[in-house]
């Protein structure tokens, strides 16, 4: 029913749930290290559940802020052609340091 779409789509284009999703992939990257240093200092528990969320939420939000945004609003060259042969030689050296 287009009632049901509108609640959804009202859902989706909310702010938080938008700020949430911008930030995705620093919760992604920052919960597991959380939870694994949870485990085996306080333990992972119902009451500890708050706590382990909120330090998951700081660390993402800092790390988004101050690392992934200036990233992606950098202007890396003039060139778009030099910024994919930047990335190229960045890919070449990182695979060969792995093969060490």
Request: one cysteine or more.
């Given at each position: 029913?287009?009632?049901?779409?509108?609640?959804?789509?009202?859902?989706?284009?909310?702010?938080?749930?938008?700020?949430?999703?911008?930030?995705?992939?620093?919760?992604?990257l920052?919960h597991?290290?959380?939870?694994?240093?949870?485990?085996?200092?306080?333990?992972?528990?119902?009451?500890?559940?708050?706590?382990?969320?909120?330090?998951?939420?700081?660390?993402?939000?800092?790390?988004?802020?101050?690392?992934?945004?200036?990233?992606?609003?950098?202007?890396?060259?003039?060139?778009?052609?030099?910024?994919?042969l930047?990335?190229?030689?960045?890919?070449?050296?990182?695979?060969?340091?792995?093969?060490?």
């Amino acid at each position: 029913s287009p009632f049901s779409m509108r609640k959804k789509f009202n859902f989706l284009i909310n702010r938080n749930i938008l700020h949430i999703g911008k930030m995705s992939y620093s919760l992604y990257l920052w919960h597991w290290s959380v939870l694994c240093i949870s485990r085996f200092t306080i333990g992972v528990h119902f009451w500890t559940i708050p706590i382990q969320l909120t330090i998951i939420y700081l660390i993402s939000l800092a790390s988004y802020k101050w690392i992934e945004e200036p990233f992606r609003k950098k202007e890396w060259s003039i060139s778009r052609w030099k910024t994919i042969l930047k990335g190229i030689i960045i890919l070449m050296f990182s695979g060969g340091m792995s093969k060490m």
